[in-house]
Structures are given as structure tokens and as C-alpha cells.
């Protein structure tokens, strides 16, 4: 069974560090991972997708790597702000999943303090 | 548009009640999805819609009740809930239920007394 899971559980920095985040899964046969992010009681924002023959995507200030061998997402997002504060989920799809199945890590809450 | 859209906001029912939570989606999306989740805790899939067809049940108690009446609209009804199925309610789509992101709504916040 496919277990995912995100160290640390909990981030704060000053506003203007670099944030990293770390995402494993102990399953490397996998269709794509994707990151999120949750504000408090909302629903998810896809951030980025990234599919199993990519090693890295960007968007904006986010740029996010995988490693498929050794079982590793990091999504590092770059001079960290207020409005960055939430919870950043990963999500891992299976090769043999045909029903977007996405198996969660717990996710990290990130407090950016001015 | 790439929005997905929930209504209730906020549902407070009792155990004996009967309610339900719609799920709206523009985007031509034929797959769409239920998940619950409970505070601090990372979703779970519920229910799983391709072609207005349900493919994946994750056995859920049957006082769950899916419906998908066409390809933009999905419901959720519920009866004689618990106070433990207290949790926020996330819809999905994706395009299919292949490789695609799954564009999330806001969730229904549900709240049994």
C-alpha cells in the first residue's frame, strides 16, 4: 500500500526565506504527484502537477522536483510572503490507478510571519 | 472557469435529518469526485463519477448517498448521519479520470448534532 508522507508537519519562517517542503511515498511506481495548498476550512488549489517522466516543474515563485527512484517530491517556493501561510498537501497517483485515485500525505502548515 | 462550486457553505443537521450537498462544475468535466475531510487530516475519497457513472465506491456507509443527474452536477445525500461524519465535504473534477488535475471546490462544512 502506497504511504505518503510530509516532513516536517509544521514550518514557520520570516517572510523572505526560501521554504522547503518535503514529500515521500514508498511506492515509486507512480502516474503523476501533485502539490496543493489549503487555507484554513477551504478547499484545495492545485499548485503543480508533476508526471512521472518530469523532474521538475515551476510556476511563479514554486518550483517543485521529483525524484521517482528514491521515492522524493520537494516543492520549494522561493522568498516566502504573509499570504503563503497555509497547508501544503502532496498527492501521489498510482501507475495502476485508472479512477484518479490521489493517495494524501498529511500535509505541512506553514506559518509566514511579516 | 475553472471553478468548482458547493452550496451549503455550512450544513447543521440531526441525526434524523435528511439533507443534501450539491456539487456544480462548468468546465466539461466527465469525472467528479467526493472526499471527506476531518480537521487536520488529509482528504479521503468517497466517491468516484466517470461518464455520470459511479466507478469507485471506497466503502462508504450507505447513509451516503451519491447521485451525478448530468455531467456538470453531482449531489450528496445524506440520511440518519452520525456525529462522527462531522467533517468538511470537497467535490473534484478532472477532465477524465486519467492524468489530469483535479480542480477542487470550497467544501461544505457539516456539522451533526
Known amino acids: 500500500k502506497q504511504e505518503v508522507t510530509q516532513i516536517p508537519a509544521a514550518l514557520s519562517v520570516p517572510e523572505g526565506e526560501n521554504l522547503v517542503l518535503n514529500c515521500s511515498f514508498t511506492d515509486s511506481a507512480i502516474y503523476n504527484l501533485q502539490w496543493f495548498r489549503q487555507d484554513p476550512g477551504k478547499g484545495l488549489t492545485s499548485l503543480l502537477l508533476i508526471q512521472s517522466s518530469q523532474r521538475e516543474q515551476t510556476s511563479g515563485r514554486l518550483n517543485a522536483s521529483l525524484d521517482k527512484s528514491s521515492g522524493r517530491s520537494t516543492l520549494y517556493i522561493a522568498a516566502s510572503q504573509p499570504g503563503d501561510s497555509a497547508t501544503y498537501l502532496c498527492?501521489?497517483?498510482?501507475?495502476?490507478?485508472?479512477?484518479?485515485?490521489?493517495?494524501f500525505g498529511a500535509g505541512t502548515q506553514v506559518v509566514v510571519t511579516p | 472557469d475553472t471553478e468548482v462550486t458547493q452550496t451549503p457553505k455550512h450544513l447543521v443537521m440531526g441525526m434524523t435529518n435528511k439533507k443534501s450537498l450539491k456539487c456544480e462544475q462548468h468546465?466539461?468535466?466527465?469525472?467528479m469526485y467526493w472526499y471527506k475531510q476531518k480537521a487536520k487530516k488529509p482528504p479521503e475519497l468517497m466517491f468516484v463519477?466517470?461518464?455520470?457513472?459511479?466507478?469507485i465506491n471506497e466503502s462508504v456507509p450507505s447513509r451516503f448517498s451519491p447521485e451525478c443527474p448530468n455531467s456538470s452536477l453531482l449531489n450528496l445525500h445524506l440520511h440518519a448521519l452520525q456525529p462522527e461524519d462531522s467533517a468538511l465535504y470537497l467535490c473534484a473534477s478532472s477532465q477524465t479520470t486519467s492524468l489530469e488535475t483535479q480542480y477542487f471546490g470550497p467544501g461544505t462544512r457539516l456539522l451533526v448534532l
Open positions: 463519477y466517470s461518464y455520470e457513472k459511479l466507478s
Open positions: 498527492a501521489v497517483r498510482l501507475e495502476t490507478d485508472s479512477w484518479g485515485k490521489f493517495q
Open positions: 468546465m466539461g468535466h466527465r469525472a
